[in-house]
């Protein structure tokens, strides 16, 4: 599709962030057999996120689909935890975000950090959280991209701006309208690394 026939994407207000010309790129890849997964369709959904958080060329995130094995790895190894989780999240510690000073935009290449989602763990919250497993791996994506870019939920107060955003993403971008009446926004369950943390491999990355 030429940038001409492109169909405009929804105008969510959000502030500019970090890159230059051009659009973010996503690196997606998908690890687990439990769920069958377009990933086109969330590789696009990451992408428009990032450009309604004011992120823009020069830049690239990783969105790795992953079985339980692995993100229980992934949770002891970066985190000490034990056990599968639903989304952990790796950010590059040099990103701009509410607590951070705006990089150099000069760099070649921007590599914001790793969003890393179990489908086998979604499916298993899905009827209790989101309601549908489409509306759960949409709320992980949208929630991991928001960690990476610098969000927080360490108070009540961080934690209804960042559910708020969320909403009006998902509302913009993968509902295109308001939330069904069965989704519900507790906190996700997120585990992120520490900024400073080595990020989780990609197939890019070998262990």
Known sequence: MSAGDEPARPRVPGPRRVGGDGEPEVFVADEQHAVELDLARWSALAEQVLAAEGVRGGTELSLLFVGEDEIAELNQRFLGGSGPTDVLTGRDPGLSG???????????????????????????????HAGTLDDELALLVVHG???VLGHDHGDDAERARMQARERE????????????AGFRHEHVDVDEAAPDAPRPPTQEEPA
């Not at 150099?104 to 989602?117: H, K, T």
């Not at 993403?169 to 069904?180: F, T």
């Open 98 to 128: 509410p607590d951070r000073s705006p990089p150099d935009p000069s760099e070649q290449l921007l590599l914001l950090g790793d969003v890393v989602v179990c489908p086998a763990v979604a499916a298993r919250n899905a009827a209790t």
């Open 169 to 180: 993403l998902l509302e913009a971008l993968h509902w295109h309208g308001p939330a069904p």
């Open 145 to 147: 991209i928001l960690h």
